[in-house]
């Protein structure tokens, strides 16, 4: 751990519905101390307590920014006991991620970010701007199917109006540099670029940089853009 203070949030103080929505992780400082606050959701294949989620929440924890954890409902049952399982049809991950931030922004007062891994950033993206939400965060955004560059996942992209920042790799499968940059996306869109990184932002060892380096970049960005969206925010209330 980073230093950052980890709750899992008991299941009598908000009650899970019948698709378990309502487990969380929290990680930093409560929302009032926080300098920003952002709603996490993990990718297809792992879960809220994965590795790379655990990292990334804990170092922005000790940035000042707060982060909750939550789980779509197939994550969620498969940690049940219910064994490996696709993701949930589209529709039904938007719905979460819709239950999520009501859930959530009953309880926190203070500007909010929604985001996450790649598929669980992809879902954000799709409703930040109907959601009204403060920031978006998207770490490995899937700009493509791994291998389809000619079925880009973009159309919403050219026309977003939520602050955006997205953390890519320029060697990611789902969308390398050269291959986003010829992109048309909405200027309110940030692309923060690490070098030689991959899909889960991990660096080729003849880079130079470690997974480490560039998972603290990753969450220098994500922090300084959330402060930055905050203040924003708050000014303009």
């Not at 930093?28 to 990292?55: K, N, R």
């Not at 490995?140 to 920042?165: E, M, Q, S």
């Not at 003849?206 to 970049?217: I, K, N, P, Q």
Request: glycine share 10%; hydrophobic share 40%.
């Amino acid at each position: 751990m980073v230093n950052g203070q980890v709750v899992c949030i008991d299941v009598d103080q908000c009650p899970q519905d019948a698709n378990g929505i309502g487990a969380w992780l929290w990680s930093g400082p409560s929302p009032a101390a926080a300098d920003a606050c952002l709603i996490l959701a993990h990718g297809a294949g792992a879960p809220m307590d994965s590795e790379f989620m655990t990292g990334m929440a804990e170092r922005l924890a000790v940035r000042g920014v707060a982060v909750v954890r939550f789980e779509f409902p197939y994550m969620a049952a498969r940690r049940r006991g219910a064994g490996r399982r696709p993701p949930d049809p589209q529709d039904r991950l938007l719905d979460c991620w819709r239950e999520t931030y009501s859930l959530l922004r009953q309880r926190i007062s203070t500007p909010l970010a929604i985001g996450g891994k790649s598929m669980g950033g992809r879902m954000a993206s799709l409703l930040a701007d109907e959601l009204g939400v403060d920031a978006l965060v998207c770490l490995g955004y899937p700009f493509h199917p791994a291998g389809k560059t000619d079925k880009p996942r973009t159309a919403h992209l050219a026309g977003i109006r939520t602050p955006t920042v997205i953390v890519q790799g320029e060697r990611d499968a789902m969308g390398k540099r050269d291959t986003v940059m010829g992109y048309s996306l909405s200027a309110a869109i940030c692309l923060h670029w690490l070098a030689s990184a991959d899909h889960d932002l991990k660096p080729l060892r003849a880079s130079g940089f470690t997974h480490e380096h560039h998972l603290d970049m990753a969450a220098d960005a994500v922090a300084k853009f959330l402060q930055s969206s905050a203040r924003c925010s708050l000014i303009s209330f």
